[in-house]
């Protein structure tokens, strides 16, 4: 098995996408890493973890900083002397009308899902450039291929991360190195309760797409098989892939359906 004894380190790890992935890899020997900011999570999933092998460790970090980035990869580092696979999954999005947001709410949203996942990258990169092995598995969004009304902030970090990891791919010289791209559509998982909203606050509200979303379980089990492939890229949606290929064929469209959709919930 792909992932069988391997040293994987998994951002924003405490749930949703994150707390499913750890708990599948766990299932399947991998020797996990969880990071997060919310410990009590962190230890139900530790736990949750801890039924399949006991190679499974904690590292509590605040993402949202370059410090906090540094020391988590510091830390994650030393509990198993190297790392083998990263899952750059932490992240938090939004719920606002561009008008109304404060510049300190897109700050906040870049730091988290653009360079937060930069910043680790960039100091593992060495290290695999050395041991000429590795993975990169950057989960970004269908919002970093299309705008979407009330997620100015986050569509715009997760195009950036698009931008980076893709052209990352494109100047890869690590020979043993595979960077994954994914973007999930809907999925069934709490972000929407954390979404910033205008003035940072959170939103605390399930959105019914998002509950009426591909099950977690599911999600995280296509993006195992791409990364056990080595895929460059992988779209995980539904209506939303529908409302992609209009976008690519019938932009005009595509501007009319996203904005009546998503603006019904004003």
């Known amino acids: 098995m792909h992932f069988r004894e391997k040293v994987i380190w998994v951002t924003g790890a405490s749930s949703g996408i994150g707390a499913e992935l750890a708990v599948q890899l766990a299932k399947q020997g991998g020797y996990v890493i969880l990071t997060g900011r919310n410990e009590q999570a962190l230890n139900e999933v530790h736990q949750a973890c801890s039924k399949y092998n006991e190679f499974c460790k904690i590292v509590v970090a605040d993402l949202s900083t370059e410090a906090g980035c540094l ?15 990263v899952f750059l999954n932490a992240g938090v999005t939004q719920r606002s009308l561009a008008i109304d947001t404060d510049i300190a709410v897109y700050r906040s949203l870049m730091d988290i899902n653009f360079y937060a996942p930069l910043i680790i990258t960039k100091q593992l990169l060495p290290y695999f450039k050395q041991r000429n092995n590795g993975q990169i598995v950057a989960i970004s969004s269908v919002a970093g291929l299309m705008g979407f009304p009330l997620r100015s902030g986050y569509a715009a970090a997760k195009h950036a991360m698009k931008g980076f990891f893709e ?4 100047e890869n010289t690590i020979e043993g190195l595979s960077i994954t791209l994914v973007s999930p559509g809907r999925i069934n998982t709490p972000i929407s309760v954390n979404a910033l909203t205008k003035d940072g606050t959170p939103h605390l509200k399930h959105d019914e797409g998002q509950l009426n979303g591909i099950s977690v379980k599911v999600c995280a089990t296509k993006i195992l098989k791409a990364v056990a492939q080595k895929k460059q890229h992988i779209i995980i949606a539904r209506g939303e892939s529908l409302l992609l290929k209009i976008k690519w064929y ?3 469209l595509y501007y009319k359906i996203a904005h009546n959709k998503g603006l019904k919930s004003l």
């Open 71 to 85: 020391q988590a990869c510091n830390q994650a580092m030393e509990l198993f002397q190297h790392i083998d696979i």
């Open 167 to 170: 052209t990352l791919q494109t």
């Open 250 to 252: 019938l932009p005009s």
